[in-house]
């Protein structure tokens, strides 16, 4: 493929989960009930972009990432990387793969073996790709120490000498160790505090400016999104309901679920807003029309038989609705 | 060690009761000092809290925020744990010297807590309604029937619907919203007269954060209750609080009404927060620097003066009391 292949393309992807085989009633046989992780999901990510993925729990961002990386078969569709699929990549397109496409757990301390030092855990993949010498091992570490604020004596310390948010530097310096060219962070900056919270958001930024990296970064916070995100992506059960540049979908969102996130963050000194009600539905079995129409305010007669496509509505902005808010 | 115990005797300003405080406090925790295996925890932190009224205890982790709240349950009551100060409490003249019988009959059922992660606090071998149940049985002498008819009752209020059916749930089979849902329902049980909610909503959703404060607040408020709320995020602060508590390494820097505290802070840490916050039209953010002293290596003078772009040689000698000034309470030598 050209050099001007998108680094990700997603083209439709599917990931469905059979919950059972479907028993037998009175009545014959019941289909088999099928969760929908993802449903006819179409993205693309252009080299040195940065994209949010924003969404309650059980949007699918997660299991989205999970597709991205190869670690889950999508059930249909197709998954790219720079025009190769993922899944059937050539062993040696396969580790250039996993060299340049680093990941960033959640749970910073969890993803950390505790019985290995900071050398060895940022080391791991500098040895696994053969990128330095054993003796320039050390050496090569403090850098990646010093690039995320960290000093070099860290090298000799556990995970569990250090804070929530040293070992969240310690995984952003171990995802970086390969010398990556796209980071795929999966709430990389979710329960910590507001202080540790803009120190890290800044990390990210300016590594992302320096090292010119492409972003993948999914989040349950909009201003985190607003700040670290030329684009955005904002998840509902399993899809995409609306896309296009961060500050323009946040300044005028086209989706009623984009505006009853918005409503929901926290503003200084304004009234709590007026709460989105219910909760997102089980993804077992969704009834025919709009998955969103059960809470949405707008929905209409024609939102629960026909379910809107994801569909360009302007230039770089794309919603799935039938009733967008238009202003 | 040396350098801390000369400071513990230091005055830490005259000002007990300044100003800002409410007429009629319902809880007033009078200079607690907290120390565990002789490391400075928490250094005298005072504040009152009103009849009705909602508090906020804001700052980073470490700073003492849960330890306060656990105090205020009663729950820090170990021979590893040395207790200073007072806590009045409707009445009752210092509950930190009350014992643990005394302390049965309050906690649960006057003071109530609301713990964070919702999935950990409630036991998953038992019913919702086995848990629900237990302080309306053992405190309230609630029988069989009233016990269920009450259950029921609390759970539609905490807005779970079909309750009857929710009673014979395991906590796992509730999503995390409305395991918070029953988690309120339970510290609510007795009607308590404060409540304290320790992040509440921190493991949820925003969507579910908003109903869920809106829940805490309207049960509050129907039951003249006070809340102590422990946040970190200054912007949901700002909307169910009526007074803000920001805490600094065990101490109290800044205090007094949300207005006040939020919108014309005065103290170097408060303006320290706040530049954190993200909002929708941030270009850059400029968090301070580093962390929180490390507890037992605590510095000398302002504890925030290492991190502080105003400190001078004042601050990093002296303790800054806590003081009244444009109708809070202020621990700097350099406000504004």
Redesign the interface.
């Known amino acids: 493929m050209s050099e001007a292949a998108p680094i990700f393309r997603l083209l439709d992807v599917e990931k469905v989960y059979q919950i059972d085989r479907g028993g037998w009633s009175r009545l014959g046989r019941n289909p088999p009930r099928r969760l929908a992780a993802l449903d006819g999901i179409r993205l693309t990510v252009q080299a040195g972009d940065s994209v949010a993925l924003v969404g309650e729990s059980g949007s699918g961002k997660s299991t989205l990432l999970r597709v991205l990386l190869g670690l889950t078969e999508s059930s249909d569709g197709r998954a790219l990387y720079r025009g190769d699929d993922i899944e059937t990549l050539t062993d040696e397109k396969r580790r250039s793969f996993q060299r340049d496409v680093a990941m960033i757990y959640q749970d910073a301390r969890a993803s950390l073996n505790p019985r290995l030092k900071t050398l060895d855990l940022i080391g791991e993949p500098i040895r696994q790709h053969a990128l330095c010498p054993e003796s320039e091992l050390r050496d090569r570490v403090a850098a990646l120490l010093a690039r995320v604020g960290m000093p070099a004596d860290t090298a000799d310390r556990y995970p569990g000498q250090l804070s929530g948010g040293q070992v969240r530097r310690v995984a952003i310096a171990r995802a970086l160790a390969s010398e990556p060219k796209v980071i795929v962070a999966d709430e990389a900056v979710s329960g910590l505090d507001v202080s540790t919270q803009a120190q890290l958001l800044n990390l990210l930024r300016g590594l992302q400016h320096e090292m010119g990296l492409t972003l993948m970064f999914i989040t349950h916070d909009l201003a985190v999104a607003s700040y670290l995100c030329r684009r955005i992506a904002v998840m509902y059960l399993g899809r995409i309901v609306e896309t296009g540049p961060t500050k323009e979908v946040l300044r005028n969102p086209l989706h009623p679920y984009t505006r009853a996130l918005l409503a929901a963050s926290p503003r200084f000194f304004e009234p709590i807003a007026e709460t989105l009600p219910g909760e997102i539905p089980s993804p077992i079995d969704l009834p025919p029309g709009c998955r969103f129409a059960g809470r949405c305010p707008r929905a209409a007669q024609d939102c629960r038989t026909h379910e809107p496509p994801l569909a360009t509505t302007r230039a770089n902005r794309e919603v799935a609705c039938l009733h967008p808010l238009i202003d | 060690m040396t350098q801390q115990s000369a400071r513990r005797t230091e005055p830490r300003g005259q000002s007990v009761l300044p100003l800002t405080h409410p007429r009629e406090p319902l809880l007033s925790l009078v200079d607690i000092s907290l120390a565990r295996n002789g490391h400075s925890v928490l250094d005298r932190v005072s504040f009152d809290l009103g009849r009705g009224e909602t508090l906020g205890l804001v700052g980073?982790?470490g700073a003492g925020k849960s330890t306060i709240a656990l105090v205020a349950m009663g729950l820090l009551r170990s021979p590893a744990v040395t207790l200073e100060g007072r806590m009045q409490f409707a009445g009752h003249e210092n509950l930190l010297a009350e014992p643990e019988a005394g302390w049965a009959t309050l906690r649960g059922r006057r003071i109530a807590m609301i713990f964070q992660d919702p999935a950990s606090a409630l036991n998953p071998c038992f019913t919702i309604g086995r848990q629900l149940g237990d302080p309306l049985r053992r405190l309230l002498g609630f029988d069989r029937a009233a016990t269920r008819r009450r259950s029921i009752e609390l759970l539609e209020s905490a807005g779970l619907n079909d309750a009857e059916a929710r009673l014979a749930a395991f906590p796992h089979e509730l999503?995390?919203?409305?395991q918070q849902r029953v988690m309120i329902a339970i510290a609510l049980a007795c009607n308590p007269e404060l409540l304290l909610a320790d992040e509440p909503t921190?493991a949820l959703?925003?969507?579910?954060?908003?109903?869920i404060?809106?829940l805490i607040?309207s049960q509050v408020r129907a039951r003249n209750a006070s809340c102590i709320f422990v946040l970190?995020?200054?912007?949901?602060a700002?909307?169910?609080c009526d007074r803000i508590v920001v805490l600094y390494a065990g101490q109290v820097v800044e205090a007094g009404p949300t207005?006040s505290v939020?919108?014309r802070s005065l103290h170097p840490y408060t303006n320290?927060?706040k530049?954190?916050?993200?909002?929708?039209d941030?270009e850059t953010?400029?968090?301070?620097?580093g962390?929180l002293p490390a507890i037992g290596a605590m510095p000398a003078g302002c504890r925030f003066a290492p991190r502080c772009s105003r400190a001078t040689a004042l601050c990093t000698s002296q303790t800054p009391p806590l003081r009244s000034l444009e109708g809070r309470d202020i621990a700097c030598w350099h406000p504004g």
Not at chain 2, 205 to 211: G, H
Not at chain 2, 275 to 280: A, H, L, N, R, Y
């Open positions: 980073e982790s999503s995390g919203g409305m921190s959703d925003v969507t579910i954060q908003a109903q404060m809106q607040l970190h995020d200054l912007a949901l700002s909307q169910v207005e939020l919108r320290a927060l530049s954190c916050v993200i909002e929708f941030t953010l400029t968090p301070p620097e962390g």
